[in-house]
Each structure stands twice: as structure tokens, then as C-alpha cells.
């Protein structure tokens, strides 16, 4: 297979078995917890290694993921105690686990050879040169196969939870109420969390793992109510992102990696300001659709009150209006049409409304409301 | 360093100078990190530490200087632009802050990678230039940065005993301040801007990673040991330059000890023993009360609420009121 088809691959994999549990990360905002986790399991790695001796022995995928839970648990511990909060709690823990790790890396630098950048920024250009191989057959890259078991037991694990971790998301009292535990939950789905940053902090580091966990389920649920739904979209929009993140990296010589994260960013702004219902650009037409019908309802009940008065034949000249209720000319255009369009007002000749039946009554309703 | 702590800081010229600059950094996040973990902002410093980065990029990008006010300049607009962001992000839409940090700290750092990986073309030599950033190395602090992290320092901090009494109302009751006429979104933007500065500034000490632990430790810790504001932010401000300087030190008693691990190490442990032995709110203490409590009701002497009596009466029976772990006197902010 071509090098750039093996990293694709990875990059495709990779982000897919992000986004899964990442879904639930935002939902049950505990987002910034993935953060903490992806930091954290180098300790893990780096105390493994010390005891087996080996960067691809599988202990260290155990012993990170054991971190990643210990981490989880020191703040709850620490938020549980009501001495700080739990944002607090989450910032004082990470960076000391941390901590120990890069001391522990630096003190014994010659005997480790394990580089704190490739840890924080991942190298997935590298990923290819990884092989698996048995017994003399190569099997292909081994981060390919770590990361696309990682996506297997995730995808397997939400399957199987997926009553459990819907309800225990939207309505946690409900879920406990009816007798599962949020606890062993709660830390299942943590376990699964862990697993995925060390799987994939390998590739693109442990800071981008973030940006693939947090944007797309973010960007989808911007963009759907449904959670089969925002499950789906988020698995597209990550692979969206690697891909393209991919292809801008290869053809500007940068950090792919980096790139990947940049575009996860572009899909979450792109969804942000574009969504159908949620976006920035439909709040703005909303809120401007509402204007227009409530001044066109404002017309309605102006008329209604002028409706036989002396003043009649003033107030109902459409120039009249723009002076009156301080329209723009433009503006009272638009109210007008829509007046007509929903069969409330009908013009005399040129330059007058009337009300109609059914505009009298609305003005009458609308009036009381 | 066979003369100890105390002469080696007046004798050796690098530990001087780093361990000024560190103490300086430490006093700044730590007396303005008193803000951030009262408004449940701890992770924002995490997030606009991060942020930072595109913007050393750009700024190299734009002037090819690597002066450090050039870059501190160019982290504060990028860290300020993502602050900004999430904040709209937040308002104008269903995600919550979390999220939006998240997002806000991962992307913007993929962004900053992608430039520095543009500016040098291939991973290997944009190491060099990010090492400084993304783990902080004190020791290339030279003269005039600590010159720049003092002097910046000193403003933001006058400006923060300026504008003290709205950054209080900010803190405790942003409601009541703006009854009063004050425009407290504008004291919010000046406070959060205090803290960006704070956060660039230290970013070259103790790097991206673990300057979030510099801005939450020391006002964690201070805030174990008293309840008033001003005490607090002093107190961190103390703390976060112990943490400094003590750091600094012991990176210079082996090799290869980093400074910034060191510091936020040495700001963990004072954290841990402040949440456990501090007076009143320490854990240990709480268990010492709680005790006592427990030995007088066996005694007699304290009748629990609902045990013969209502629980209207019961505190009558005895001077000491029912502890809960946490809820004494104004104990939390909550």
C-alpha cells in the first residue's frame, strides 16, 4: 500500500474512534475531562515502561488506562470534598500527573527513550514505518491495528451500553432510580475514554486528541436532536476532518496532526454559523422573520383602530405608515406583503389598506394576546 | 550549590535571574488565578495557554523576531481572540462551556502547529523553537525578560488594586454590581485580560501544558486557609512566588530536573497539605471536630436533631452546631 494511503487510513481510524465516546464527552459536558486523560496516561506509559521495558508491550496500553481512571477518580475525590470545584479539581490534577511523568522522563532520560513530543503532538507521518509483523508476515502499520481494535470495542461498547449511557446522560436521577448504577457506568465509559487517548495519542498526540473527541460530536450536535443521528454525523464529520486535514498537511508540507485539529475546528465554526436551525445565520433570519410578523400584526391592530374614525382616511395611506410607526420604506414593503400574503389586509388602490375579515379578527385576538 | 538555597540565590547569576522570573510569574498567576477558580474559571487558563500558540507563530511569522515582547504580544491576541470566541460560542449557541474550551484549546493548538511546522518546513526543526513554549525552559529566561515579566506585572497588578472593588462585586455578586451602575461587562473584560497577560507571560517559565496548574494551585491553596479576598489573593501571590522560586532552586540540584514540573509539583504538594491541614477547612481538622462532635453525643452531652427532640430544639442542647463536612461559616462560595 502507498505511504500516504496507510496514514490516511490510520488518520480515518483514528478519528472515527475518537468521535464515538466523544459524543457522550459533550453531552454529558465533561468534555475537558478528555484533556485531563489524554495528559495523564503518560505517567502510566512511563512507570510501565520502567517495569517492562519495552515501548510496544501491551502493559503500557493497561497501565495508561489505569491512569486515565485514577486521574477520573482524584477528581471526584478532591470535588467530593468540597474544598475546590471541580474545574479546579480537574486543573490541579492533570498537570501533576503530568508532572511526575516529564521528571521522571527528564531523570532518566538515557535509559528512556520515549520523546515527550511525540506524546503531546503525535506523529502520525511515522505511523507506516510501525509495522506489525508475524512470524516474517507484515501485517501492515501496527497503529492501524491498535486504533481500528480501539474503534471495534468502542463502537461494541456503545452498542451494548447504549440504553444505559442514553439514559444515564439525559436523565441521570431516572437512570439511577431505575437501578443502574451511574457509578460503575460512569466509570466504564471513562475506562473506554483512556483507552482511546492511548490508542490515539500515539498518532496525532495528546493535545489533537481532544480536538478530534470534542469537535465533531460538538459540530453534531449542532446539527441534529437525535442521538443515532449525532453518533453518525460525528463519525462523518471526523473522518470529514482527517481527511481533509490529510490532504491540506500533505500538499503544505505541515503537521498533519495539526492540520487534522485545524479542520475539526473549521467543521465545528462551518456548523456553528451555517447550521439549519441552530446556526448563527438562522438565528439572525429567525429573529428577523419574527420581526417582520409581529409588525405585520402591529399593522393589523393599527388599522382595526382607526378602523371608521374620522382620521380612516390618513392612517390607512401606506405612506402614512412610514411616518406613523416609523418604518423604513423598505421595511413597511415587507410588513405590507406579508400583511397581504396571509390574507389580512388587501390594498385600495395604490395607496390605502383595508382590513379584512379575517385581518379584523386577528387584530382582535392579537390584541388580547 | 554547597552553600544552600539562600547564598546560591545571591551568588549564582542563573538562578537569579531564573529564579526572579519564576518567582514574578508564580506571584502574577497566582494572586490573579484567585479570580479564576472563584468564578469557576480554573480552566480557562488551560485553554488560553493553548490558544496562545498560533499567535507566537503568527507573530514570528509577521516580524521574524523572536523577541519575547514580540511573542507575549502575539500569545495575548490569540489567547484574547479565543477567549472571545468561546464566549460567543456559549452565548449564541447550545454548547456548553466545556465543550467550548475543549474545542477552543485543540484547535487553536493544531492551528499553531500547522504554522510552526509551516514556518520551518518538517517537524524535526520546529521542535527547537517549540520546546521553549510547549514545556517551558526557565533557563533560557534571560535579564530582560524578567525585566518584562516585572514590569508588566507591576501594571497589571496596580491595575487589579484599582479596579478592586468592582472585581470583587465581579467575583461575588455580578447582579448587585450592575444595580449599582457599574458596567460589569467591562470589568469582566479587564479581568480576564489581566489573566491572559498573566498566563502569556508565564507560558516561557513553566510551557503551555502546565501553566493551568500555576493559575489554579496557589489560589486553591490560599483559599483553604482564609476567607477574605484580599488575604487570599496576597496569600496566592506568596504562594505562587514560593512555588517560583523554589522550583527554580531545585531544578538546580540534579541534572536534568525541568523547572516547570518542579514548580507545579512543589504548588501540588502545597495544595494537598493546605486541603488537608489547613485551620477550619482541612480535611484532618474537619475529622477532629466531627470526632469530638460523635464523643459528646455518646457523652450525652449533645443530642443529635431528631433523637427526642425536634430538630428546631436541638441546637439549644449544646454550643456546638452539627458539622458537615464543608458547610461551616461562609466556607464556600456557593
Known sequence: MPLHVEIQLVAVVVAAACALPGVFLVLRRVALISDAISHSVLLGIVLAFFWVRDLTHPALVVAATATGILTVAMVEALHRSGRVKEDAAIALVFPALFSIAVLLIARYAGQIHLDVHSVLLGEIALSPFRRWEVGGIDLGPRSLWMMGGILVLNAGAIFLLWKELKLSTFDPALAAALGFSPVVLHYAFMALVSVTAVGAFDAVGSILVVALMIAPPASAWLLTDRLTLMVGLSMVLAVAAALTGFWAAWILDVSIAGSMAAMAGVGFLLAFILAPDRGVVAGLRRRARQRVEFAAMLLAVHLLHHEGTSDEWVETRIDHLQKHLRWSPDFARRVINRAEFAGWVRREGRERLRLTPLGRETARVGMTR | ?334
Do not use: N, Y
Open chain 2, 1 to 334: 550549590m554547597d552553600g544552600g538555597f539562600i547564598p546560591a540565590l545571591f551568588t549564582d547569576h542563573t538562578l537569579r535571574v531564573v529564579g526572579l522570573g519564576a518567582g514574578a510569574v508564580g506571584a502574577l498567576a497566582g494572586s490573579l488565578g484567585c479570580f479564576a477558580l472563584l468564578r469557576r474559571q480554573s480552566l480557562l487558563g488551560d485553554a488560553v495557554s493553548h490558544a496562545a500558540l498560533p499567535g507566537i507563530a503568527l507573530a514570528f511569522l509577521l516580524t521574524g523576531s523572536r523577541a519575547t515582547p514580540v511573542l507575549v504580544l502575539g500569545a495575548a491576541v490569540a489567547g484574547w481572540l479565543g477567549t472571545l470566541l468561546v464566549m460567543a460560542v456559549i452565548r449564541h449557541s447550545r454548547i456548553p462551556e466545556d465543550s467550548a474550551l475543549g474545542i477552543l484549546l485543540s484547535v487553536f493548538f493544531g492551528v499553531g502547529l500547522v504554522l510552526l511546522t509551516f514556518l520551518q518546513r518538517g517537524p524535526t526543526a520546529a521542535q527547537a523553537g517549540l520546546d521553549t513554549f510547549l514545556f517551558g525552559q526557565a533557563a533560557t529566561l534571560l535579564v530582560q525578560d524578567v525585566i518584562l515579566v516585572l514590569s508588566v506585572g507591576t501594571v497589571a497588578l496596580l491595575l487589579l488594586a484599582l479596579s478592586w472593588k468592582e472585581v470583587k462585586l465581579l467575583s461575588f455578586d455580578r447582579e448587585f454590581g450592575r444595580v449599582q451602575g457599574i458596567e460589569m461587562g467591562r470589568v469582566d473584560v479587564l479581568l480576564t485580560s489581566l489573566l491572559v497577560v498573566a498566563i502569556v507571560l508565564g507560558l516561557q517559565t513553566v510551557g503551555v501544558v502546565l501553566m493551568s496548574a500555576l493559575v489554579v494551585a496557589p489560589a486553591a491553596a490560599a483559599r483553604q486557609w482564609t476567607d477574605s479576598l484580599g488575604r487570599m489573593v496576597v496569600l496566592a501571590g506568596a504562594l505562587g512566588a514560593g512555588a517560583g522560586v523554589g522550583g527554580a532552586w531545585v531544578s538546580t540540584l540534579g541534572d536534568g530536573i525541568p523547572t516547570g514540573p518542579a514548580i507545579v509539583l512543589l504548588a501540588s504538594t502545597v495544595v494537598a497539605v493546605s486541603i488537608l491541614a489547613a485551620p477550619r477547612r482541612g480535611i484532618l481538622w474537619d475529622r477532629i471536630r466531627r470526632r469530638r462532635v460523635h464523643s459528646r453525643i455518646r457523652r450525652g452531652d449533645l443530642v443529635p436533631p431528631g433523637a427526642g427532640q425536634t430538630a428546631a430544639q436541638a441546637p439549644s442542647g449544646g454550643s456546638i452546631p452539627m458539622a458537615s463536612p464543608g458547610a461551616h461559616g461562609g466556607g464556600r462560595e456557593d
